[in-house]
């Protein structure tokens, strides 16, 4: 429940799974599954990142976003 809610608090920013993993105390690998479960179970989806310059869209890689509550 915590990861949910510290995600939430990131909306609309790129999350770090460093920043996440040191905030809830476990590895960067046990929250990437977690982050893998959740998007499996439509808790939360991939956003890939945009830029009107493809270099930067590239390097800048992915966020997770949680998913509306209408959805769920």
Known sequence: ???LRMLAYQIGNDVS???LSKNLGTSVKTI????EILEKAFVIFRLQAFNRNLRKEISNGEAK???PQ???
Do not use: T
Not at 32 to 35: A, E
């Open 70 to 72: 209408s959805f769920s």
């Open 32 to 35: 990437k599954r977690y982050l």
């Open 1 to 3: 429940m915590n990861l």
């Open 17 to 19: 799974y460093n920043e």
């Open 65 to 67: 976003k949680p998913m």
